[in-house]
């Protein structure tokens, strides 16, 4: 169990081809941190840098109170799960995770305690005689968890390990993952490309696109006040719609408008664009999916669109509406408010309004792709 | 509803004949089906005859070796089928005018000494029992306690050897091992297949079938050993037998080679598949060069360089498993090709729990390329057999250090051909029975190794 | 647009054009290459440069241990307490010394002239002069040598500056025993590679180099050491080897070469052809022994080839099997002359190499065949193709696209292919001149040029030339069809 640190960190690869860019952060003990980002991003060479199968091309890395820059990772105390599980094939399961251990000269007796506790923990004892090409697909990732967690390690470092599941396994494995964090309790670092993984398992995120990080926060903090368009776009799903508008700064307050209506904002959002010093400009306006509910009664401050397809998901409508520009935005409506006649009018090509409250908005800057309100 | 033409299934309905036509599918799918059969005919006839085209050289070659150069004409002669079937040339490998008489003795002492091992490795197979997971090493000194009562059967019974009279002993010996070889070698190959009808009658008998290549080639290359070692210190010495030497010769660098040469062929692919270094990429381009050069164009240099060390003329056999050896490092494309298949995170995995890369060699790597490993050993094993470039030139004329190729290259090509080219035949045969039985027990590896190579390069 | 445009083409027009845009990239391609080559040329000179500026630098900047280690390498890290390899150093470098002292100088002394005290006759007693044979090879041994010297010199400098920047910035050296146990980790490719490295060098490199220097010198029967000397003649045998004019070295040369390239040609071509063919047939759905027919065609792989390929040679000697059964059955009144008639020699060579070389192709081509995704052939089916556009249109091109690196490797092989020729007719028919026969490859009369002729200096010519004309064809394949254009096509 150890808080890790990495100051500066930073990976180049032959060509200067630059993979990750300065990486600054504070991994608290016992804490369940997630890198997330779409492919390529850097957030797996930042993992493997951590676990010493990359090499820091400058920077230091702590675990604990030691630099590890050149430690090599047998020496590091930290396990990892890999993405394709890397089972040994050629072994049971049993000494698949009995390995490590006995690498480290341990007593037998306290091998297979160790093996045994951490096969009931998982639900496999019934497999360890196996050899791991005879699992299934879940079985293996449970034996590769079980490798892990044998070791105590000081960390424990898990590379995109359910993107190999199908999609009913991934969501039982994910939920058996919060559990088993319940149990070990360690410092995890979990790497995803998947935001609905990274919300539902992680103490604080981290947002990664081209070897930057992008934001780290809270799932709530991410989701409620996004850093820039990137990380607005990314958490969440559908997509938050991004609509051009102007904003018009008035007299000691501000005014958002589009598509003929006006928002005018709340004080606190005043407070902090005039803190910013922000005047009146171009901004792009973000809103959820989920914050928008359709307006049938012609009220005012609406926007009207014309709907192009609607996909029924069961407890919710998403209806896709272009506007009159042209810009596309998906509205995501509950069908529980929805009556029989409202519903039947919801059919391609025919018109309607909707509206959102001033709460949910986020307005970014078009140039810097900032927020102005963070 | 004069003609009903029903689309689905191309049947249409004469009215007239009050008859169903069928056409269709119907008709296609049975001169689909003469089709085929003509395909089919034809293909069997052309493998045929490429069988026999493949075949009948090697059956001319075994006719040839029976026909006797004291009988007939050793040389050229204009029939195929020899006129009377004789073992001459054989009996002339090993320089023995009462072979015959010995052996029929002999192999009664033969195969008491198989028919013990039948026993003691039937009583080993019924103490393998795949339930009992634990007690691996308690099996294998069971195992090693059979074998080693088997030979000690052995000894004793050559002991027994005494009524030959002395100068018939070698021989007699010579056939006893051989006979108690070759049954070994099939117990050990039917006790290592894990669905042999006579191991399943044995209540509880299993064997893990992942190990059985490797056990396979084990067993082939401990009879090999033993057969080496035989020869250079039982027969060679009580003959005056010249291919004897020659083909112990050849056995000896063929041992060393297969030993040496995987060891460096696998640690170079290792190396060059696994690890990351600096200079790697310009020794793969290094090696892509040197390549290109025709290894005989050194043969002076080296001659040069083993005559310093004294391992020319009576001393090629070092000489030549040095010359092998040396330069092996440069064949390691196919290997490394394999290596390149398994996935690289294995390695990472190994490395995180606490292995050093050189136990991620040993412990991950080598058993899961196993059957790379195989291939490797059988093609160092087999080239020694057919070297003469080499193997001529460091032996540089003195017999003592000939391998089979080349005393059975002078024997057709230097020296009285008419009389030697049936004493070749023989001397061919015996060379090529064991290389190709462990060829074709080992095929499946070999197979493996030439098409992975092929595919990657 | 453009590709558009080309979709629209008809084949043959699309084939012309394939044709006119691969020569006009052609000079632009070489033109790369040769670009490529500058640079690295440059890299290398570059790095160099650094090197030596380095080493001043690090002279400059260094402590007295540093320094000293300039003169007497391993004291520093001795210095530093680092024992083991500093011991290490020093020992090489005491070894090197000595090595130069007792041996190397005098033959590298006389490397330029390669030896000028003849060897005499003194009544009935020899007195030897110098030996250019040894002297060729001891200045070769020890020019690789003073190579490695300054390498580890090199190697041991930057220690010394590693070593001080570490102790400078308040580090911990590494132990011995750390030093041993990295070689089993971090450093294991050292020990994987430290033997094998040195057979290479030892056993191919230094014999290579050796035997290039030998082309430039008149080493033959005439100058054999010890009792006569060589010496060098520049390119004089290039000369002899290239000349022009019938009946002379360099005739032989070209029609050597022709048959070489003709036999790779067919050698590689024919049975990768024959040998997929088999393959198919074979492994064709309905037919059944497979396994009996892959294991008699394989027979040929498993026997050794000095006993089949021999035996077969005197099958088709004159008075050999075939011939006198032909002339028993009345087929032919003489023997048809299989090893005698220079075109009768190359085509019986070529014949059995097919029996040689079908099985090994038939063993790769299943592997392959097997890994084709059925679902291709379903499809193709589905649209409605038969058994010979399935051929042309997936087998065919998914085979060529897998082995083609195959075929390269295969033709370099058959270029230097020995075994067959040398078993069946040792090049046989004679009658080239500069003692070749009309089915000698370079490798062959290579061969006789070293072993019956002792010829060195034209042997080590004809294999620089092998080098030359396989570097070319692999140049050629390499940059001119690179494989990547099509990589993901069947992926």
């Known amino acids: ?374 | 509803m004069a003609e009903r033409k029903i689309p689905e299934v191309d049947i249409i309905v004469d009215e007239k004949a009050g008859v169903i036509k069928e056409v269709g599918p119907q008709r296609k799918l049975r001169s689909k089906k003469g089709h085929e059969r003509r395909t089919n005919g034809a293909i069997y006839t052309v493998l045929t005859v490429m069988s026999i085209v493949w075949l009948v050289p090697f059956v001319f070659l075994v006719l040839q070796s029976f026909r006797s150069y004291k009988l007939e004409k050793g040389g050229m002669v204009d029939y195929l089928l020899p006129k009377t079937f004789s073992l001459d040339n054989y009996a002339f490998l090993f320089e023995g005018s009462n072979f015959f008489h010995w052996c029929g003795r002999a192999i009664l002492v033969g195969l008491a000494c198989a028919a013990a091992t039948v026993a003691l490795v039937c009583l080993a197979g019924k103490l393998f029992d795949r339930q009992d997971r634990g007690a691996r090493p308690a099996r294998v000194g069971i195992l090693g306690a059979c074998l080693a009562a088997g030979y000690a059967l052995l000894v004793a019974l050559t002991a027994a050897l005494q009524g030959f009279a002395p100068a018939e002993r070698p021989v007699a010996v010579l056939v006893c091992l051989m006979l108690f070889l070759a049954i070994g070698a099939i117990i050990a190959r039917v006790y290592l297949k894990q669905d042999s009808k006579l191991l399943r009658s044995i209540p509880g008998y299993v064997v893990e079938d992942r190990h059985e290549g490797a056990k396979k080639l084990a067993a082939m290359f401990a009879e090999f050993a033993l057969l080496a070692i035989i020869l250079q210190y039982i027969l060679i010495p009580m003959t005056k037998s010249q291919y004897l030497l020659w083909y112990t010769n050849t056995l000896t660098i063929a041992l060393f080679t297969a030993v040496l040469q995987t060891a460096i062929v696998l640690s170079v692919s290792y190396a060059l598949s696994r690890l990351r270094f600096r200079g790697r990429k310009l020794i793969m381009n290094a090696v892509l060069v040197l390549g290109l050069f025709p290894g005989f164009l050194t043969m002076i240099t080296l001659y040069f360089l083993l005559k310093q060390m004294g391992l020319t003329q009576s001393g090629a056999v070092p000489g030549l498993i040095l010359i092998y050896c040396a330069s092996s490092g440069m064949g390691y494309y196919i290997s490394k090709g394999f290596f390149d298949t398994i996935p690289k995170s294995l390695d990472e995995s190994a490395r995180i729990d606490g292995a050093t890369r050189f136990q991620v060699f040993m412990k991950i790597i080598m058993p899961l390329a196993k059957p790379i490993v195989i291939y490797t050993i059988l093609m160092a094993f087999m080239a020694p057999w057919g070297d003469y470039v080499f193997a001529s030139y460091v032996a540089f004329g003195d017999q003592q250090g000939y391998n089979v190729a080349v005393g059975l290259y002078n024997w057709v090509n230097t020296n009285d051909f008419q009389n030697y080219f049936t004493r070749f035949c023989a001397g061919g045969v015996l060379v090529a029975l064991p290389i190709t039985a462990l060829f074709l027990a080992l095929q499946k590896y070999y197979v493996e190794g030439v098409t992975g190579g092929a595919v990657k390069g | 647009m453009v590709d558009l445009d080309y979709l629209k083409m008809s084949r043959p027009r699309k084939l012309l054009h394939d044709l006119a845009g691969f020569f006009a990239r052609l000079p632009g391609r070489l033109g790369n290459g040769l670009k490529g080559l500058a640079l690295a040329v440059g890299r290398c000179l570059k790095g160099l440069g650094l090197s030596i500026a380095d080493l001043f630098t690090t002279f400059r900047d260094g402590d007295w241990k540093t320094r000293l280690s300039y003169l007497v390498m391993g004291s520093g890290s001795m210095a530093r307490g680092q024992w083991g390899r500093g011991l290490l150093f020093f020992l090489f470098q005491t070894v090197f010394n000595l090595y130069m002292v007792n041996f190397g100088m005098a033959y590298l002394g006389k490397l330029n002239t390669l030896g000028v005290v003849e060897t005499y006759k003194e009544g009935r007693k020899t007195v030897y002069g110098d030996n250019s044979f040894l002297i060729l090879l001891y200045g070769v041994l020890t020019l690789f040598f003073i190579a490695a010297f300054i390498y580890t010199w090199r190697v041991n400098i930057r220690q010394n500056k590693v070593s001080q920047q570490i102790l400078a910035s308040g580090g911990k050296l590494k132990g011995t025993k750390d030093n041993l146990q990295s070689l089993v980790d971090s450093q294991f490719h050292k020990t994987l590679l430290a033997l094998p490295t040195l057979g290479v060098f030892v056993f191919t490199i230094l014999p290579i180099f050796f035997m290039i220097l030998v082309a430039f010198t008149n080493f033959d029967y005439n100058h054999q050491p010890p009792a006569k000397l060589f010496t060098w003649v520049g390119f004089e045998n290039f000369r002899t080897l290239l000349s022009s004019g019938s009946a002379s070295y360099g005739d032989t040369f070209r029609q050597v070469l022709f048959w070489t390239l003709v036999w790779a040609f067919f050698a590689t071509f024919l049975n990768y052809f024959l040998g997929m063919f088999v393959a198919i047939m074979i492994n064709k759905k309905g037919i059944r022994l497979k396994k009996m027919w892959r294991t008699i065609l394989v027979m040929t792989i498993a026997i050794p080839q000095f006993v089949s390929l021999l035996y077969v040679s005197k099958m088709f000697a004159a008075d050999g099997l075939i011939n006198t059964y032909l002339m028993k059955w009345h087929w032919i009144a003489q023997p048809i002359p299989f090893w005698t008639d220079p075109g009768w020699a190359r085509f019986t060579i070529i014949l059995i190499n097919i029996w040689i070389g079908i099985p090994y192709l038939m063993l790769i081509a299943t592997g392959i065949l097997m890994n084709i995704p059925a679902d291709l052939y379903e499809s193709a089916r589905i649209d409605g193709a038969n058994a010979l556009q399935m051929y042309g249109k997936i087998t065919l091109p998914y085979m060529l696209f897998v082995t083609g690196p195959y075929l390269l490797t295969s033709f370099t092989g058959n270029i230097n292919n020995f075994n067959v020729i040398f078993l069946l007719s040792q090049g046989k028919p004679m009658g080239l001149a500069g003692n070749a026969g009309h089915t000698d490859l370079l490798i062959t009369w290579l061969y006789r040029m070293t072993v019956t002729d002792t010829n060195y200096k034209i042997a080590a010519v004809i294999g620089i030339m092998v080098f030359v004309v396989l570097a070319v064809i692999n140049l050629v394949v390499y940059n001119l069809i690179p494989s990547v254009k099509n990589e993901e096509d069947f992926q």
Do not use: W
């Open chain 1, 1 to 374: 169990m150890a808080s890790l640190k990495l100051e500066h960190v930073k990976k180049v690869y032959d060509k200067n081809v630059v993979a990750v860019h300065d990486f600054n952060l504070e991994i608290a003990d016992k804490e369940f941190i997630v890198f997330v980002g779409p492919s390529g991003c850097g957030k797996s060479t930042t993992l493997r840098m951590i676990a010493g199968l990359e090499d820091i091309s400058d920077g230091t890395l702590t675990i604990g109170d030691r630099v590890v820059n050149d430690v090599e990772p047998k020496d590091r105390d930290i396990a990892m799960v890999f993405q394709n599980y890397a089972l040994y094939p050629h072994i049971t399961v049993y000494e698949n995770m009995a390995f490590s251990l006995r690498l480290r000269k341990m007593d037998n007796e306290e091998v297979h305690r160790r093996v045994c506790q951490a096969a009931e923990i998982l639900g496999i004892t019934q497999y360890l005689a196996r050899k791991p090409k005879n699992l299934s697909g879940g079985q293996r990732q449970r034996v590769a968890i079980g490798r892990a967690i044998v070791r105590e390690p000081q960390v424990f470092l898990m590379d995109e390990p359910l993107s190999n599941l199908d999609a009913k396994l991934r969501n039982q494995m994910r939920a058996e993952i919060i559990l088993l964090r319940k149990r070990i309790d360690t410092t995890f670092i979990y790497v995803t490309h998947d935001q609905t993984e990274a919300m539902t398992l992680g103490d604080r995120i981290v947002i990664m696109k081209d070897g930057y990080i992008q934001q780290v926060g809270t799932p709530q903090e991410v989701f409620e006040t996004p850093k820039n368009l990137f990380v607005a776009g990314f958490i969440g799903s559908p997509q938050m719609n991004f609509l051009k508008a102007k904003l018009v700064r008035g007299a000691g307050d501000y005014t958002v408008e589009l598509y003929g209506i006006r928002v005018p904002l709340s004080a606190e959002k005043c407070a902090k664009l005039a803190a910013k010093g922000v005047g009146s400009q171009d901004v792009i306006l973000g809103v959820r999916p989920e914050h928008t509910h359709l307006a049938f009664d012609d009220a005012d401050n609406t926007i009207e669109g014309v709907l192009r397809v609607n996909e029924m998901m069961g407890s919710e409508l998403h209806l896709h509406v272009d506007l009159a520009d042209g810009t596309s935005v998906i509205l995501r409506i509950p069908t529980l408010d929805l009556t029989e006649e409202r519903r039947a009018g919801l059919a391609y090509g025919n018109r309607l309004r909707f509206a959102f409250p001033e709460k949910v908005v986020q307005l970014f800057d078009p140039k810097s792709e900032e927020s102005l309100l963070f």
